[in-house]
């Protein structure tokens, strides 16, 4: 196999998806080395059979708004791999949702479930319905339309979806209810449900919560500690509340937050008073950032990105593409020593290859962000015994998925110079296991 080949290929197949494109030509030039000692995945054609996905749906979503006007969305579900469990992974509501950015979101996915260790197969679904200045009974309703469509090819054994960008407790609830009404059943069919019903403790924080854990093996294999850490936080959602919640409570100072119209800088520090003010804007108001900016008089910057300011370490949590080439050389010549991807695909190869360059440490989403989904997992598997762990008991489990990532990273990924390339690592780590799986099950 030669990357460059099966690219070009690609490319040709599929010419407007570019993030679909960045994220399979990553991967494939991690594992062409391994691929290629193994002659048995040429023949058996494995490289075609993992890029494209098992099933595609896509569908019209239509809802009546406040005012009754009837809306035309478009709704999407990606299954590309069930080969080690069943299809797993989030729902995105943003306007920017397309094929492309779906198929790089499954795609990823697939390996970041390998690598958690837990049997998940790999997925991704969404619309380009935006969920920002819509009351809940429009969210409400557009949930409600979205299953109706979806129900029938999903389900606790056979596609879990979840949350990710514009989805978060609210939506999957309301998603559970429809499913639930249309297929009669109470099964735990989505994960991140409410915990009065079957949802688990810290699923809300695990994928921040995970990714400062890794964060930590990294600092650990360089003997840095992160007290005192000045740390640049991008988005101000989810991933990004949690991230600033875990800094805190380690003593790290997180100093930003960004969602799409701009970005604060609080050289002070984020506070654990001042992340409560966020949570309550962002999860309940749903205001902006901005807000922030006037309420504690620091420096708002409109249309920017956080990376221009100063930090040791980053921590993107918005969404991809969003380090470029620019961004991650300005973070080196500053003085970052760490960048730990809580969003999936943030930084641009450009930008990985200026962290690279520079050796200093850098973790994928793939492997950095797989506390949320692992936790999913860990939600699924209470589901099925028909119980609930405590908080403690979830927390423990995170910590050791994520301590075992990195130990693969490190496994797959440490070079001669002793640099521990954790995008090689993840990606050859993950590769390994699906394509077991799939040699192993016959020509399907
Ligand atoms: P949320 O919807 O809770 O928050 C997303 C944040 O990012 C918001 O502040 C949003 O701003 C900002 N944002 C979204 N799109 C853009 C954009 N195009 N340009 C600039 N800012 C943007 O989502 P999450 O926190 O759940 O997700 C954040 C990232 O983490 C995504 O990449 C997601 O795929 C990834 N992730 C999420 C997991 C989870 O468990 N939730 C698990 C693993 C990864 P605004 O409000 O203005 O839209
Ligand atoms: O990108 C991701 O890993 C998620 N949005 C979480 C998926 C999940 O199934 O919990």
Not at 93 to 112: D, M
Not at 175 to 199: A, D, H, P, R, W
Not at 218 to 227: A, D, F, V, Y
Request: hydrophobic share 35%.
């Amino acid at each position: 196999m030669k990357t460059q080949e099966v690219v070009n290929d690609l490319k040709r197949r599929f010419p407007n998806e570019p993030e679909y494109l960045q994220a399979v030509t990553e991967v494939l030039e991690s594992i062409e080395d391994v691929y290629n000692e193994h002659p048995e995945f040429e023949k058996a054609n494995l490289i075609e059979r993992l890029c494209i996905s098992d099933r595609i749906f896509t569908f019209r979503v239509t809802w009546v708004d406040d005012k009754g006007k009837v809306n035309v969305n478009m709704g999407y579900r990606i299954q590309h791999s069930n080969a080690i469990g069943p299809y797993k992974g989030g729902i995105r509501y943003h306007s920017s949702v397309n094929l492309s950015i779906l198929k790089f979101l499954a795609f990823e996915q697939t390996f970041k479930n390998a690598l958690t260790t837990l049997p998940m197969g790999g997925g991704k679904g969404g619309s380009d319905f935006s969920p920002k200045g819509k009351s809940n009974a429009e969210v409400m309703r557009f949930c409600q339309a979205f299953i109706l469509e979806l129900w029938k090819h999903i389900g606790a054994d056979t596609d879990v979806p979840a949350g990710d960008i514009g989805v978060g407790g609210r939506e999957v609830a309301y998603m559970f209810g429809m499913y639930k009404k249309l297929q009669g059943e109470f099964t735990g069919v989505l994960t991140g449900k409410g915990i009065e019903f079957g949802g688990s403790l810290i699923r809300p924080e695990a994928t921040g919560y995970g990714n400062i854990y890794f964060l930590l093996e990294m600092l650990k294999t360089k003997g840095i500690s992160i007290k005192g850490k000045k740390c640049l936080v991008s988005g101000s959602g989810n991933v990004a509340q949690y991230t600033c919640d875990k800094l805190i409570e380690l003593g790290a100072i997180p100093v930003s937050l960004s969602d799409s119209d701009g970005y604060i800088y609080d050289p002070e520090g984020i506070t654990r008073e001042k992340l409560n003010y966020v949570m309550e804007l962002k999860n309940i108001e749903r205001g902006r950032i901005r807000e922030y900016a006037e309420k504690y008089g620091c420096k708002y910057v409109a249309g920017g990105r956080v990376w221009a300011e100063k930090g040791d370490i980053a921590l993107p949590s918005a969404t991809q593409n969003e380090i470029h080439g620019d961004d991650a050389k300005h973070l080196v010549e500053t003085g970052c020593i760490a960048v730990s991807e809580g969003a999936n695909m943030p930084s641009t190869p450009e930008a990985i290859e200026v962290f690279q360059k520079a050796r200093i440490l850098y973790a994928p989403g793939k492997a950095a962000n797989a506390g949320g989904v692992a936790t999913s997992g860990l939600e699924m598997t209470q589901n099925s015994i028909r119980l609930s762990w405590t908080s403690e008991e979830v927390d423990a489990k995170l910590q050791q998925i994520m301590k075992n990532i990195h130990e693969q990273c490190v496994k797959y990924g440490t070079q001669k110079d002793g640099y521990i390339d954790y995008v090689k690592g993840a990606n050859v780590a993950g590769f390994m296991k699906v394509a077991k799986a799939i040699m192993a099950q016959g020509v399907l």
